[in-house]
């Protein structure tokens, strides 16, 4: 297992300081969001008592990055999850949430991979090469960090079948929690 691969622990100590213990050095919360990033499993366990504290250092971290203006989650999606918690939509909605996200790493890996496969009439045109380029690092740039998941675009046809019937799977879940919402 690479080190990317493995899961990498961090001990909350009393103090309330983080301390890698791959590295042996204390990080801060900015450091853990740049190994997410980067593509690495994060751990927080609470060295005293063992808790995993992961789910509290994460949503941490999300509440720092919207608080200084980088808006992701606009107030519609806040307000759902808080309606969320208080419904009998609680128990759908973290597969559900998973689900959207798998669909939007595949769809990205998709489009990363439509993009590198077809032949563009405009490639003759004078600096389109440099366009594709940058266009493409701003393409990886943002899919950075994402893990790696599901099939590849040239994925063989039983997959590529299998797929349809997951996104149709995944299509009826998300119509059948939107009704459930709309009646509450």
Known sequence: MTDAQKTLLIKRYAS????????????????????????????????????ELTRQYLLQI???????GENMLPVSVLTDLVRSYTTSAQAMMPQFLTNTF???RQ??????GNLNQMPNPMAKVPGF?????????FLESMMSGWPKGGTSPAADSSDAASDKEDL?????????LQSKLSKL
């Open 16 to 51: 309330r300081r983080l301390y890698n213990t791959e590295t042996s050095d204390y990080v801060t919360l900015e450091d853990i969001a740049r190994f997410i990033r980067s593509g690495r499993e994060v751990k927080i366990v609470d060295l005293k008592t063992g808790d």
């Open 62 to 68: 999300i509440a720092e990055h919207e608080s200084r």
């Open 102 to 104: 798998e669909m939007l």
């Open 107 to 112: 769809g990205q890996e998709q489009m990363m």
């Open 129 to 137: 090469d440099a366009l594709h380029k940058q266009q493409q690092a």
């Open 168 to 176: 149709q799977a995944i299509k009826k879940q998300l119509a059948e």
